[in-house]
């Protein structure tokens, strides 16, 4: 989250390829998971109406084994199925097993209590997990924010400070050593990408963000709109993490596809 975590509580142009559609029940041999409606992308520099497709070419669908702990416990983060719950405690991040380069990444989750705070680190590089103790998160990639929209509301009761720092709809930026060129609209401090819009739910329900990391410039967009990111990230090249910032949260339909 930062501001110290509140205070410890806390490219080449390709074609648009996205999200917000059931999963196949020929691809994955279940009933269809999401609840969320197929969503076109109208915002986009090359408009067109397209959905993520697991059966086109390249996407993997990511479970258990396809991620490794790092500084958490064996209730951090347990998956039945497809399908993970996050405990939230201690702080931290699971990895994923492989390093990416170029990548687009779908993911759903939902925030169990308001106020939750957790994300997707990007390019993470292994010596920022080398050793990570407990209650840590990594010094180095690229935070996709997670954040409920209560957690405003708390951090105004707790500091007594107005929460103009953060947003609750999908803020990108850049952590410890990595360095990140955000895209406007900016934070006051300039670090951080906020959104242009206000698109994410808030807890108990579902959400799905697309990622899209290329060349170094990385985009968000949440629940089929696109928000935010930045370019000139360094580094660009690493892991993939789900973080985990003190509150249970739920993901599951965690798809990527490496890019070239």
Known sequence: MSERSFQQF????????LFATVMA??????????DLPTVPIANSPAFEIAVFDPQSAGWKQLGASDFERVNGDDQT????????LGSGTPIGVTRTKKQYVNFEMVIDWMHLKPAGNSGVFAWVPAAALEGLP????????????????DYARQYRERSGKEPTWFTSNGDVFAVGKS????FEPLSPN??????????????????RYYIRGINGEIRLWVNGVEVSGGR?????????????????????????????
């Not at 806390?10 to 390829?17: E, I, K, N, T, Y």
């Not at 029940?25 to 999401?34: F, K, L, N, Y």
């Not at 360094?234 to 890019?259: A, D, K, M, T």
Request: with cysteine.
């Open 10 to 17: 806390q490219a080449l142009p390709v074609a648009v390829m």
């Open 190 to 207: 300039g670090s951080r990408s906020f959104p242009t819009q206000q698109t994410t739910h808030g807890s108990g329900q579902w959400n």
């Open 179 to 182: 360095s990140m060129k955000p």
């Open 232 to 260: 000139d990230c360094s580094p660009s090249e690493g892991y993939l993490c789900l973080e985990s910032e003190g509150s249970p949260i739920r993901f599951r339909n965690i798809w990527v596809r490496e890019l070239p």
């Open 134 to 149: 407990p209650n840590k998160l990594p010094n180095s990639g690229i935070e996709v924010q997670m954040l409920d929209h």
């Open 25 to 34: 029940h020929a691809v994955t041999g279940q009933e269809p998971v999401s």
């Open 77 to 84: 983060l347990v998956f039945t199925g497809y399908e993970a």
